[in-house]
């Protein structure tokens, strides 16, 4: 009975045991499986983020050059400012290219005066743009000279007259190495890429034909299913089985695929980072062998059931831990987030409350010179009536005074929900009032210019703005971050200017240009500050990037307004330099374009 009991007991426990064990593998499989495809969707959103900053990049310098004088002309200062582009940029330029308004090549760089005078707009790129007469990229294809390219395309415009293009081929082949080729995990997993039309774009696997996936994965329906979620610009995980791995054929296999779409301007990729299934499971094997010799040794002696739970127990406490540990690093990355839109709050809500005090010092000291004379009156008694109601209303009007700043104090922080209506022209008088005051104590002059077809006029206040041509300056936005990036910009440029007028006697100035096209609005933001160094002014908006020291400010403005004008308001933040200072230039798209210009 006894050893019966025993028996019992031991294979209770071993029942027990193997259950926790199997259960224990179970999970280790999947929190594997898990470490494994976030690694792999790490891969693949860094080399997408990565192709998205490259293209967007570029784009940024070419709506820059498009700009300049010589480059609309286009005179032969024009032609240097090519070569320059190109010189700069031969790594991952093939060539750089202006045609005009109707798609005839008025210059090329590598020059080929055979290519002068030719007409391209037939391909697709080019008459999208000469239609729309926005930035695109093209899709991939085959140059003559044998390599692969993509075409980035911007429009140069005269004012709002459109004067043609300024274009690049890019080399394919530079950017699949730089951020596709290289991705690598376990022994062969690799990266690949197709376009919108399931065109394959680089894979190892198939070298450099282009051929199309949906053609590929006819034979196997999980791979089809696959495809057709990653030309939906769906983001995701998902299995599918194909032959090949890398450059060999290996027979039908399953693989794992992370997956995530690449927004390239108008265009659209998705970049998928793949590795065969057995080799993600690979680790478990050692794991699964240690299983079944506990299980053999737990036969062999009952002593063995305790070391057994003991390691069980430990499995699980690490298991616990990895899981807080796991839950940690999430929240701290959250924190992180938070914190950085925190700082620009913060650092805006200093600069205003500068500007409060800036604005209610003289008042208050009017306040106080009315209160002692209000005592004189009281003391000596023979004012009029009439003196001391004047008297009352001269401090009643500096008490509203005050009390119209703390209101627009409260609004500008006050929490935007909903994208509303916004004449531009409100917006930058309202900020405007809150730092007039500041600037002109440092003897910075800040001056409004409004200008319009025929028509150009100065605004001090808001009863400057009319509703006679008021849709013009109408965008659509949020109105509190739109007066964070004004003042971020105003404050940069006085921060400037502070430095400059300490070596050099002037007086500094800020114009305000509002400037509205057919289809959108200029806000030109131009300092008299000395303009940036060249080797800051590609970096002024990166985060934490500064060059006036910690105490002065933390580096994260200028990134924030760059941040909310391009992905909260669909516009461009550009800077430049210009004679005796820089030019911050704001544009956004209007509300109410011109019919005429949008029919063309």
């Not at 197709?194 to 199309?212: M, Q, R, T, Y």
């Not at 950085?340 to 709050?345: D, E, F, P, R, T």
Request: charged content about 25%.
């Amino acid at each position: 009975m006894k050893a019966f009991l025993r028996f019992g007991v031991l294979i209770v426990l071993f029942t027990a045991a193997f259950a926790a064990l199997y259960v224990s593998y179970t999970e280790v499989r999947k929190k594997s499986l898990e470490k494994l495809t976030e690694r792999q969707m790490l891969l693949a959103k860094q080399a997408a983020t990565g192709l998205e900053e490259f293209f967007g990049s570029y784009t940024n310098m070419f709506m820059q050059y498009s700009l300049a004088p010589e480059m609309i002309s286009f005179t032969h200062d024009g032609k240097r400012l090519i070569k320059t582009l190109y010189e700069f940029n031969k790594k991952p330029f093939k060539a750089v290219t202006r045609y005009d308004e109707n798609g005839v090549i008025i210059y090329t760089y590598p020059e080929r005066p055979d290519l002068v005078g030719t007409n391209i707009a037939n391909q697709a790129h080019v008459k999208l743009i000469l239609h729309n007469h926005q930035p695109n990229l093209s899709d991939v294809f085959s140059a003559v000279q044998g390599f692969k390219t993509v075409s980035l395309n911007v429009p140069v415009f005269k004012g709002d007259e459109f004067k043609g293009v300024l274009s690049a081929l890019v080399d394919f082949e530079y950017i699949s190495k730089k951020y596709i080729q290289s991705i690598s995990i376990g022994e062969s997993g690799y990266a690949w890429m197709v376009d919108k039309d399931a065109n394959l774009l680089f894979s190892p696997v198939h070298g450099e034909d282009l051929i199309n996936v949906k053609f590929e994965a006819e034979k196997y329906p999980d791979s089809a299913a696959l495809a057709r979620k990653m030309l939906n610009g769906e983001s995701g995980f998902g299995e599918y089985t194909y032959d090949m791995v890398r450059a060999k054929s290996v027979g039908p296999i399953k693989k794992l695929a992370a997956y995530t779409p690449v927004h390239v301007l108008d265009n659209f990729w998705s970049l998928a980072v793949v590795i065969p299934e057995d080799e993600a499971y690979a680790d478990l094997s050692g794991f699964y062998k240690k299983m079944l010799f506990i299980m053999i040794m737990m036969f062999c002696a009952f002593a063995f059931y305790i070391s057994i739970i003991l390691r069980m127990m430990k499995l699980s406490l690490m298991n616990t831990e990895l899981a807080m540990k796991v839950s940690e690093e999430v929240e701290k990355r959250k924190e992180q987030e938070k914190m950085l839109l925190q700082q620009a709050k913060f650092t805006s809500m200093g600069e205003m409350i500068n500007a409060i005090a800036h604005q209610w010092r003289q008042p208050l000291t009017a306040i106080g010179f009315g209160i002692q004379e209000m005592g004189e009156i009281a003391k000596e008694k023979h004012h009029t009536d009439e003196y001391v109601d004047e008297q009352v209303r001269f401090l009643m009007d500096i008490v509203m005074h005050m009390s119209e700043t703390i209101d627009d104090f409260r609004n500008f922080f006050r929490p935007d929900k909903d994208r509303v209506e916004l004449d531009i022209r409100r917006t930058v008088v309202a900020v405007y009032n809150i730092i007039n005051t500041q600037f002109s104590a440092v003897n910075i002059k800040v001056t409004l210019l409004c200008e319009t077809p025929g028509r150009k006029y100065e605004l001090h206040c808001e009863k400057d703005v009319t509703d006679e041509d008021a849709e013009l300056y109408i965008v659509e936005g949020y109105e509190g971050e739109m007066k964070q990036v004004f003042l971020n910009i105003l404050q940069n440029a006085r921060d400037a200017l502070l430095l400059y007028m300490a070596t050099d006697n002037r007086q500094g100035t800020v114009a305000v240009n509002i400037t509205p096209h057919a289809r959108y609005i200029d806000i030109d933001f131009t300092d008299n500050g000395g303009g940036i160094r060249a080797e800051h002014l590609d970096r002024v908006f990166e985060p934490y990037f500064t060059t006036k020291g910690e105490s002065v400010g933390l580096g994260i403005g200028l990134f924030m307004s760059k941040t909310i004008i391009e992905e909260h308001m669909n516009g461009f933040l550009m800077v430049r330099n210009i004679k005796d200072g820089a030019r911050f230039t704001v544009r956004l798209n209007r509300k109410y374009p011109d019919p005429a210009e949008e029919n063309e």
